[in-house]
């Protein structure tokens, strides 16, 4: 046998690999990974040059192979199999991966909506500045939630999935006009924000100013919110223009639908003045 110096015990091989002995004993009797040297007396001992197989073996179990598949690996080792191997295991990884993330962005949207209905006041106005935002839009809809616009709804949840996988819910999107002429049930379409890491979106929410607001029950409270907003508008020498926007906030943390907070952020500008 060569110099014991260089060979160690299971326990010094597991203490120095970071694993169990009882890993090291099943890996052993399945034919898997062995010690290189069996003495008569029973003792085994592995050597250095072992840890680098183990190693890849524990890193093939960490990128999901089985056991079976890499017992079948070693039994023909090759450059191709090892390459074609690894090649479909980070096609999995890389979906894993942006999975994990894109579950990572639904967390902190949802977090980030109801750190916002948190502080919200029903009715309460204020004058904020927003950047410019990716958004996509549905196909048109009525406002009624007939068939229509329920198809329209569930296309664009398709679309959103497919392009997203986890993704918040979508808002409502209603033009200015709409809001200013008290025609506060005929909608435009459905909205949701893009990602900056993709270029997707259909339109954009232009930087600058915009009053923001929010309505706290069923949406039949919507149109005092907007004639609220009107006003304040008027009172601020503030022109609405564009359209209005309206996010759900708390879904994920609804009681009852009279807790329901609908937060609504519209467009608008200084008014220019008329002089004589």
């Not at 549905?138 to 198809?151: A, C, H, L, R, W």
């Not at 949701?192 to 259909?202: K, W």
């Not at 009852?256 to 002089?275: E, F, G, L, N």
Request: charge should be negative; include cysteine.
């Amino acid at each position: 046998m060569k110099n014991k110096k260089c060979l160690y015990t299971i326990g010094q091989f597991a203490k120095l690999n970071g694993i169990n002995k009882r890993t090291l004993h099943y890996y052993d009797e399945i034919g898997l990974f062995s010690p290189e040297f069996k003495e008569d007396n029973g003792y085994r001992y592995y050597t250095c040059f072992q840890m680098v197989q183990l190693e890849l073996i524990l890193t093939m179990r960490k990128i999901g192979l089985s056991i079976e598949e890499i017992i079948h690996y070693q039994q023909c080792p090759s450059g191709a199999s090892f390459a074609e191997l690894i090649a479909e295991k980070k096609h999995l990884i890389d979906k894993s991966i942006q999975e994990l993330l894109n579950t990572k962005i639904f967390l902190e949207q949802k977090s980030s909506k109801l750190s916002l209905s948190l502080t919200a006041e029903h009715g309460k106005i204020e004058i904020i500045k927003l950047p410019e935002q990716r958004i996509l839009l549905s196909q048109p809809i009525t406002g009624t939630y007939d068939k229509d616009d329920f198809e329209a709804a569930a296309d664009f949840s398709l679309r959103l999935k497919s392009l997203f996988g986890l993704y918040d819910n979508f808002g409502s999107r209603i033009s200015t006009e709409q809001i200013v002429t008290r025609n506060c049930h005929k909608y435009d379409c459905f909205f949701a924000y893009g990602r900056e890491d993709m270029e997707i979106y259909d339109d954009l929410l232009p930087a600058g100013m915009y009053l923001r607001s929010f309505c706290i029950g069923s949406w039949e409270k919507l149109e005092e919110v907007y004639r609220n907003i009107c006003r304040f508008a008027e009172d601020n020498c503030l022109e609405l223009f564009g359209y209005a926007y309206e996010e759900g906030l708390n879904e994920m943390s609804l009681q009852s639908r009279d807790d329901y907070i609908t937060m609504i952020t519209v467009s608008c500008k200084k008014r220019k003045i008329q002089r004589a």
